[in-house]
């Protein structure tokens, strides 16, 4: 009995995962439909479309990808600029390792292609709450992926001809991201933690007036956690006391 | 580099992006030191800088009080829906919605 759910857990923790990514692909799925459009409308085929969701999964990159590849920029140059977007990605594993149970070796390399934005941002907000199961994470990544690869090959085959209308459908799915980050940071949210978003958002906000938003993130990013590892110290200092 | 190529690398560079940090990340994670603290606020700030990216895009496509307005009203529902339920899906859809639906009341 206990092998038997032993065996079954990590399923039923994949498959809760799964369940709980529903809001990622109601946030997925347009994009990635934007991205099948565009991809077509800049030359691609419908299947180098797919192939570019399949294979990078990472939702801005790609659109830069996209639009280098139709400008005619050497094949280094949109390497290189795929790769500076994604560096932030760089801080995404160590952070999401210290809110797992434990990081199975053969999980690791399935865990780290799903690393996107949206899926750290959800699994931290859960994260906060209590430890993470690697296959809960797993089923997250999933459903994310599933979303974006579909609805890639969705507007790649029949969104050719298709083009926002700006209709009042698609402006609310324009909000869909903004508020599904805006859910995560309530769930996440602590009031000991406010200096962490507020310096996170205003870094952000400040960095756009120089840099590009992906950048711009980075430094936020990185402002926040610094303010976060000084006040998370003086948190612990304090709790010794008392 | 042939097309392929191109995003073969791009989808192999993201992907050791990722993993390699991961990977040391196990390490980091049984530690009790400044850069384990650092790495537990990473996951708010980046949820932070996310919205703050989010919000402006969607602000410069029409900036105009109109457009603060709705923000403000999709923002309202999906932090009161989470509230009401901690349900992130559901505050979503609903913040979705109300954004879609104050642009048609606001509309001119």
């Known amino acids: 009995m206990s092998l038997e759910r032993a065996i079954l857990s990590p399923w039923r923790a994949a498959g809760r995962g799964l369940h709980e990514s529903l809001s990622l692909v109601v946030g997925y799925a347009p994009i990635a439909f934007s991205f099948g459009v565009i991809a077509v409308q800049s030359g691609l085929t419908p299947w180098q479309a797919v192939g570019i969701s399949l294979l990078v999964f990472a939702g801005a990159s790609q659109f830069v990808m996209v639009a280098m590849m139709a400008a005619g920029s050497g094949g280094l140059t949109v390497l290189s600029a795929v790769l500076m977007m994604n560096l932030r990605h760089l801080f995404y594993g160590p952070a999401l390792a210290t809110r797992l149970v434990a990081l199975p070796r053969r999980l690791a390399p399935w865990l780290a292609f799903g690393l996107t934005d949206e899926v750290f941002a959800t699994a931290m907000a859960k994260g906060a709450s209590r430890p993470l199961e690697p296959a809960w994470c797993l089923g997250l990544a999933s459903g994310a992926y599933l979303a974006w690869v579909g609805g890639t090959a969705l507007g790649a085959s029949v969104g050719a001809g298709w083009a926002s209308d700006g209709g009042y459908v698609a402006q609310a799915l324009d909000f869909v991201l903004p508020a599904l980050f805006l859910a995560l940071l309530a769930q996440a949210w602590r009031r000991a933690r406010w200096p962490v978003v507020a310096v996170a958002a205003g870094a952000t906000l400040l960095a756009m007036v120089w840099w590009p938003g992906h950048v711009a993130m980075l430094v936020g990013m990185l402002a926040g956690a610094l303010v976060g590892s000084r006040r998370l110290r003086a948190e612990c200092s304090q709790e010794a006391t008392t | ?108």
């Open chain 2, 1 to 108: 580099m042939t097309w392929w190529g191109i995003v073969i690398a791009a989808g192999a560079g993201t992907f050791l992006i990722r993993y390699l940090p991961l990977l040391s990340g196990t390490r980091l994670a049984r530690g009790e030191g400044r850069l384990n603290r650092f790495l537990g606020a990473l996951g708010l700030a980046a949820i932070a800088a996310l919205i703050v990216l989010s919000v402006s895009d969607l602000w410069w496509q029409a900036p105009h009080w109109r457009g603060g307005v709705r923000l403000a009203l999709g923002a309202a529902a999906v932090l009161l829906v989470q509230r009401l339920t901690p349900n992130v899906g559901l505050a979503t859809l609903v913040g979705a919605g109300v954004y879609g639906a104050a642009g048609w009341v606001l509309a001119d």
